[in-house]
């Protein structure tokens, strides 16, 4: 009986090491194994893919028979491409169920060390942030800023009968992520998956940041465009004058924010721009999915800007997806109610603005 089991467990091993035996005659496994540029099939350049595989090493669902690499590059192709399963189990010479279950396993473990990449910065950082905030702004005046804000909107194909709850104010129906990143477009917070239908400032108004009072630091402050209200309690936030400005105090200052707020429409420029394939249509995937791989692609983002690793945004492809200032004006008066007491932050904006204004040196 014991020799029949022996027997049998290396049946199972040689069959299952046949099965999951590298082929390295496939192009694209070909390509990783032997050393080539990644970038172009995988959308990550080699030193950012090694760095994402080490980040899932503890994870014990991926890399099941095929290996942790193997699983990653056929994600990754499968994200890059926004081709089918079946196209990608043609390139990779591997089932069609295996290359799905591929997908959700890996989706699942990107997700998983989100906390550890998206991250509010230690105190050293902040400072450095704070610096890097106003060198973009060009004034000494923005160096308590703590992040830019904004929310980025992401087509989708709509659950059936809530259609009208995901059709935004551009008309198109899409998912919402709430973004804060850092001077250098890298995220500090998103909070994903309200329906488009949601007016930017009761999506901040459900976050979690917002609702437990996580960040800005006292002293510090976040920057957004005229779809927030000016407020300071429970996080606070400081906005553009509303147009017409009242003289050259508010003009200087709205120009100077306005450059240093740019920074997160970049950065969803760039996350849309590596993720093309996938961003330039809409996501037919169930919401929570959908959600997933949003969040996905926005710790792929910060691994990049950890690892230097950057694409160019191609602003042509994304206008009608993000925000603009000048539609925003018209909601301000229900942006302010909905998000209460905002006085205490007209004084500081107005604090901002004049030493936005002050002589230098």
């Given at each position: 009986?014991?020799?029949?089991?022996?027997?049998?467990a290396?049946?199972?091993q040689?069959?299952?090491g046949?099965?999951?035996?590298?082929n390295?005659h496939?192009?694209?496994?070909?390509?990783?194994?032997?050393?080539?540029d990644?970038?172009a099939?995988f959308r990550?350049?080699?030193?950012?893919?090694n760095q994402?595989v080490?980040a899932l090493?503890?994870?014990r669902?991926?890399g099941?028979?095929?290996g942790?690499t193997?699983e990653?590059?056929?994600?990754?192709?499968?994200?890059?491409?926004?081709t089918?399963?079946?196209v990608v189990?043609?390139a990779?010479g591997?089932p069609r169920q295996?290359?799905n279950?591929m997908?959700?396993?890996v989706?699942?473990?990107?997700?998983?060390?989100?906390?550890q990449?998206?991250r509010?910065?230690?105190?050293?950082?902040?400072?450095?942030m704070?610096?890097g905030?106003?060198?973009l702004?060009?004034?000494?005046a923005?160096?308590?800023?703590?992040?830019?804000?904004?929310?980025c909107h992401?087509?989708v194909?709509?659950?059936?009968g809530e259609?009208?709850?995901?059709?935004?104010r551009?008309l198109?129906?899409?998912?919402?992520?709430?973004?804060?990143?850092?001077?250098?477009?890298?995220?500090?917070n998103?909070?994903?998956?309200?329906p488009?239908?949601v007016?930017?400032?009761?999506?901040l108004?459900?976050?979690?940041?917002?609702?437990?009072?996580?960040y800005?630091?006292q002293?510090?402050?976040?920057i957004?465009?005229?779809?927030?209200p000016?407020?300071?309690?429970?996080?606070?936030?400081?906005?553009p004058?509303?147009?017409?400005v009242?003289?050259?105090?508010?003009?200087?200052?709205?120009?100077q924010?306005?450059?240093?707020r740019?920074?997160v429409?970049r950065?969803?420029r760039?996350m849309k721009?590596r993720?093309?394939?996938i961003?330039?249509?809409?996501?037919?995937f169930?919401?929570?999915?959908a959600?997933?791989?949003?969040?996905c692609?926005a710790v792929?983002h910060?691994?990049?800007?950890n690892?230097e690793?950057?694409?160019?945004p191609?602003?042509?492809?994304?206008?009608d997806?993000?925000?603009?200032?000048?539609?925003d004006?018209?909601?301000i008066?229900?942006a302010?109610?909905?998000c209460g007491?905002?006085?205490?932050?007209?004084?500081?904006?107005?604090?901002?603005?004049?030493?936005?204004?002050?002589?230098?040196?």
């Amino acid at each position: 009986m014991r020799r029949r089991l022996v027997l049998l467990a290396a049946f199972e091993q040689n069959t299952r090491g046949a099965y999951c035996q590298l082929n390295l005659h496939v192009p694209l496994l070909r390509l990783y194994f032997g050393g080539g540029d990644t970038k172009a099939d995988f959308r990550l350049a080699r030193v950012t893919l090694n760095q994402l595989v080490a980040a899932l090493e503890e994870d014990r669902t991926i890399g099941m028979g095929w290996g942790k690499t193997v699983e990653v590059l056929v994600f990754l192709y499968w994200l890059a491409s926004a081709t089918s399963y079946r196209v990608v189990s043609e390139a990779f010479g591997i089932p069609r169920q295996t290359v799905n279950d591929m997908v959700h396993r890996v989706s699942k473990g990107i997700h998983g060390i989100l906390p550890q990449i998206i991250r509010f910065p230690t105190g050293q950082e902040l400072e450095m942030m704070g610096a890097g905030f106003a060198c973009l702004a060009g004034s000494p005046a923005f160096q308590r800023t703590a992040g830019s804000i904004d929310v980025c909107h992401i087509r989708v194909v709509p659950p059936a009968g809530e259609s009208q709850d995901y059709l935004n104010r551009k008309l198109f129906f899409s998912l919402q992520m709430q973004a804060v990143c850092d001077h250098r477009g890298k995220f500090l917070n998103v909070f994903t998956g309200y329906p488009g239908s949601v007016h930017d400032a009761q999506v901040l108004k459900c976050s979690d940041m917002y609702v437990h009072r996580q960040y800005p630091p006292q002293g510090w402050f976040l920057i957004g465009d005229g779809g927030y209200p000016c407020i300071q309690d429970p996080i606070t936030l400081i906005t553009p004058y509303r147009e017409p400005v009242q003289g050259p105090v508010q003009a200087r200052y709205n120009g100077q924010l306005s450059r240093a707020r740019g920074v997160v429409e970049r950065a969803f420029r760039v996350m849309k721009t590596r993720w093309r394939s996938i961003f330039l249509k809409a996501l037919e995937f169930q919401i929570p999915f959908a959600i997933k791989l949003i969040n996905c692609c926005a710790v792929l983002h910060n691994l990049c800007i950890n690892n230097e690793d950057l694409v160019d945004p191609d602003v042509s492809d994304h206008d009608d997806d993000d925000d603009d200032d000048d539609d925003d004006y018209d909601y301000i008066s229900e942006a302010e109610q909905d998000c209460g007491n905002h006085g205490s932050a007209d004084e500081l904006r107005a604090q901002v603005a004049a030493a936005a204004s002050a002589p230098v040196g």
